[in-house]
């Protein structure tokens, strides 16, 4: 029997594969922070939309709650920038701030049935009240808005 002459690699067939290995591994857990980054921010705007349309709904209740008495004038909210509203989520310890804008939509006019309002909410997680970033620098899309157009009966 004879025995071949090669019996296991060189070194420089080791230092190859272990820098092609390297790469690889790199690589993997770059996009794999990658994907944990953009799972943050898409849990963080669902969950900012999930806000603005509680606040919304809100907003339609104490409208309508206005509007039961028959002498109500239409409402007008229209805040200025200073005037935020600020919130903490204790679950995510997450801050938002948001505004909200409601007036008369004039949609259907001449009526005595209801009124229609058109409601706007901007929400801002992270950032001051003027719109900067806190220590979020570079972590994408940190606000939203959100409109709807409403009908409240009287």
């Keep these: ?15 190859v ?3 092609l290995l390297a790469m690889m591994v790199v690589t ?13 921010k898409n849990a963080l705007i ?7 349309e509680t606040v919304i709904e809100r907003e339609i209740y104490s ?8 002498a109500a004038p239409p409402v007008v909210r229209a805040y200025a920038d200073s005037d935020w509203i600020s919130f ?5 310890q997450t801050e938002f701030s948001y505004r909200i804008d409601s007036g008369p939509a004039s949609i259907v006019a001449g009526t005595d049935m209801g009124y229609t309002y058109s409601i706007r909410v901007e929400v801002r997680w992270w950032q001051t009240k003027g719109g900067a970033a806190r220590n979020r620098q570079g972590f994408g899309k940190m606000h939203l808005n ?9």
């Excluded at 903490?88 to 995510?92: L, S, W």
């Excluded at 959100?146 to 009287?154: L, Q």
């Design 17 to 19: 594969a272990t820098g």
């Design 28 to 40: 993997v857990m770059v996009l794999f922070g990658q994907m944990l980054d953009a799972t943050s």
């Design 146 to 154: 959100r409109s709807r157009i409403v009908y409240v009966p009287k």
């Design 63 to 70: 409208l309508a709650k206005h509007h039961r008495d028959p």
């Design 46 to 52: 669902s969950q900012g939309s999930f806000f603005a």
């Design 88 to 92: 903490t989520d204790e679950t995510n």
């Design 1 to 15: 029997m004879k025995r071949s002459a090669v019996r296991g690699l060189t070194i420089g067939e080791l230092v």
